[in-house]
C-alpha cells in the first residue's frame, strides 16, 4: 500500500488507486476555475450594425443607425427593435464622426 497527500487528506492505497484519485483531484480543481468569460457586445447611439436575423423589421443585410439602446435590444429609426444576437457591428460610432 502507498500513500498519498491531497488538500491535507492523507489517502492509501495502490499506487493505481492513488493514480486514478490524483487525476481526479486535478480534474475537480480545474473544475473550479472561471472561465474567461467574453464581455457582452456593446453596442452604443450613432453604430451602423447589420442586421444577421429577421425579426419581423429591417431585412437580413441591411445596414442601420442605432438610435436607442435598451438592455440587450436596440432601437432604429420607424421603431424597429433588435436582439443583440440578430444584429453586427459595422461601423462604431467612434469611427464614423
Same mark, same amino acid.
Do not use: W
Given at each position: 500500500?502507498?500513500?498519498?497527500?491531497?488538500?491535507?487528506?492523507? &489517502? =492509501?492505497?495502490?499506487?493505481?488507486?492513488?493514480?486514478?484519485?490524483? /487525476?481526479?483531484?486535478?480534474? /475537480?480543481?480545474? /473544475? #473550479?476555475? @472561471?472561465?474567461? #468569460?467574453?464581455?457582452?457586445?456593446?453596442?452604443?447611439?450613432? !453604430?451602423? @450594425?447589420?442586421? $444577421?436575423?429577421?425579426?419581423?423589421?429591417?431585412?437580413?443585410?441591411? =445596414?442601420?443607425?442605432?438610435? !436607442?439602446?435598451?438592455? $440587450?435590444?436596440?432601437? &432604429? =429609426?420607424?421603431?424597429?427593435?433588435?436582439?443583440? !444576437?440578430?444584429? =453586427?457591428?459595422?461601423?462604431?460610432?467612434?469611427?464614423?464622426?
Amino acid at each position: 500500500m502507498a500513500k498519498v497527500t491531497i488538500n491535507g487528506i492523507e &489517502f =492509501e492505497g495502490t499506487p493505481i488507486e492513488l493514480m486514478e484519485l490524483v /487525476s481526479l483531484s486535478k480534474v /475537480s480543481e480545474k /473544475s #473550479k476555475e @472561471v472561465p474567461n #468569460k467574453p464581455e457582452p457586445r456593446k453596442y452604443k447611439v450613432g !453604430d451602423v @450594425v447589420r442586421i $444577421t436575423r429577421y425579426q419581423c423589421g429591417p431585412e437580413v443585410g441591411e =445596414e442601420l443607425e442605432v438610435k !436607442d439602446v435598451y438592455g $440587450t435590444t436596440v432601437t &432604429f =429609426e420607424g421603431h424597429y427593435v433588435a436582439d443583440f !444576437d440578430a444584429i =453586427e457591428l459595422v461601423t462604431p460610432t467612434e469611427a464614423r464622426f
